[in-house]
């Protein structure tokens, strides 16, 4: 943040991102309410799956496996969000920690509601066995979760490329898979960041001040003199 300008330093980014959260939940929301009435069936949902499905091949099957396996299930839900805590822990960043658990947590849980809510039936050329709703796609919304509170959390450039490439990926996945309609993904990449991006906004006072000490004791860990051993 050192490195910005001071005019984008001083925006109100707390107000900026409460209002850009809200805004994409009323897209999820209205995005919803097209493809249960199925506004977008034939043309997006439906051209985008005849590409799909034409794509099809070992390879790309073993990938989208693999995505599945990490965006969903006990890992997802469990495992991912526990690791990542506990290394923010070790980095003694507790209230980091926090936020990304919490905001993993609404996120998913966000998601099964809206599932029940709108409850879409899912493609009929599905390689999975899945019995929940198809809007919005929980991988997608967890990828998103996670690319974007690690990218707030760690200000990282690389960090944020990272996670955008892995959201992108996870999406495709979905639809490569037959989990989703395209605009499944959309939905839940469009709800995780939000969620993320709210979290972020709640807790961002504490979050600031935990990583100013916390790179202040570093400088000061570094620029301290070695003292010298005593002479023997």
Excluded: C
Excluded at 18 to 43: P, Q
Excluded at 105 to 112: D, F, H, K, L
Aim: charge should be positive; proline fraction near 5%; avoid cysteine.
């Amino acid at each position: 943040m050192r490195l910005l300008p001071a005019v984008v330093r001083d925006l109100p980014w707390r107000r900026i991102a409460v209002i850009a959260s809200g805004a994409s939940v009323g897209i999820v929301l209205l995005l919803g309410l097209l493809v249960r009435i199925d506004a977008l069936a034939d043309e997006v949902d439906g051209e985008w799956m005849t590409e799909v499905l034409e794509m099809r091949g070992p390879g790309w099957e073993a990938v989208s496996w693999a995505f599945d396996f990490l965006g969903g299930g006990w890992f997802a839900i469990f495992v991912l969000p526990l690791a990542v805590a506990a290394v923010l822990l070790v980095l003694r960043r507790p209230w980091a920690s926090l936020v990304f658990v919490l905001g993993s947590a609404v996120s998913a849980a966000i998601v099964q509601g809206l599932k029940a809510l709108f409850g879409r039936t899912r493609p009929e050329d599905i390689l999975l066995e899945i019995d929940s709703g198809s809007y919005p796609s929980g991988h997608s919304a967890n990828a998103a979760t996670v690319a974007v509170l690690l990218g707030v959390l760690f200000a990282r450039w690389w960090v944020a490329a990272v996670g955008a490439a892995y959201v992108v990926l996870m999406a495709l996945s979905r639809t490569y898979l037959g989990a989703h309609w395209v605009t499944d993904t959309i939905g839940g990449a469009l709800l995780g960041a939000a969620v993320a991006v709210a979290a972020w906004a709640v807790f961002a006072p504490r979050l600031r001040s935990e990583r100013m000490r916390r790179t202040e004791g570093v400088g000061v860990s570094a620029a301290a003199p070695r003292t010298a051993p005593p002479a023997r």
